[in-house]
T-cell receptor, first 114, second 112 residues
Framework: AQSVSQHNHHVILSEAASLELGCNYSYGGTVNLFWYVQYPGQHLQLLLKYFSGDPLVKGIKGFEAEFIKSKFSFNLRKPSVQWSDTAEYFCAVKENGGYNKLIFGAGTRLAVHP | DTAVSQTPKYLVTQMGNDKSIKCEQN?????MYWYKQDSKKFLKIMFS???????INETVPNRFSPKSPDKAHLNLHINSLELGDSAVYFC???????????FGQGTRLTVV
């Protein structure tokens, strides 16, 4: 069965610090990968996605992620975080071509202090 | 223009009651979902409908019954509510295939 691991459950950073959130998945086939963000009290919003092509994908708000197939990883990065990035971040995977069933990681809570 | 809307946003009810949550999407998607987010923020799919047909039914108690009257709506009815049903329920929609899902704002259900 597919699974997604997010290694950092809780990350605390100061503004302007660099961010990297880890995400690993277990599935032997072709996958689609996603990062969603959930701001306090709000719904999930898509940050970025990878379906195929360039493994380095850029999303909204300065976020990017790199798909490394050999490592089954899809880590999220941002060179300089802001206080407004405080949120819960979820990595998700979907089997390519299958039903649109997203398997989510447990989430990483990011707190950015001014 | 809300893409995926759920009602109600908050629902507080007593154990044993029956309640429904409604979901509507105006994105023209053919697939809709219900996800449950527990108190630890863990998200898990419950159901998925494609063109009003049930295609994903995870291990969910029979007390939960989804209903899709048309492609734009997917409602969730819960019978005999239990304390453990307290969670945030998210509706989502997408096109079938390699596309992303769009989520509603969630319904926070509290069973007392």
């Amino acid at each position: 069965a597919q699974s997604v691991s997010q290694h950092n459950h809780h990350v605390i950073l100061s503004e302007a610090a660099s961010l990297e959130l880890g995400c690993n998945y277990s599935y032997g086939g072709t996958v689609n990968l996603f990062w969603y963000v959930q701001y306090p009290g709000q719904h999930l919003q898509l940050l970025l996605k990878y379906f195929s092509g360039d493994p380095l994908v850029k999303g909204i708000k300065g976020f990017e992620a790199e798909f490394i197939k050999s490592k089954f990883s899809f880590n999220l990065r941002k060179p300089s975080v802001q206080w407004s990035d405080t949120a819960e971040y979820f990595c998700a995977v979907k089997e390519n071509g299958g039903y649109n069933k997203l398997i989510f990681g447990a989430g990483t809570r990011l707190a950015v202090h001014p | 223009d809300t893409a995926v809307s759920q009602t109600p946003k908050y629902l507080v009810t007593q154990m044993g009651n029956d309640k429904s949550i409604k979901c509507e999407q105006n994105l023209g998607h053919d697939t809709m979902y219900w996800y449950k987010q527990d108190s630890k923020k863990f998200l898990k799919i419950m159901f998925s409908y494609n063109n009003k047909e049930l295609i994903i039914n995870e291990t969910v108690p029979n007390r939960f019954s989804p209903k899709s009257p048309d492609k734009a709506h997917l409602n969730l009815h819960i019978n005999s509510l239990e304390l453990g049903d307290s969670a945030v329920y998210f509706c989502a929609s997408s096109h079938q295939g390699n596309t992303e899902a769009f989520f509603g704002q969630g319904t926070r259900l509290t069973v007392v």
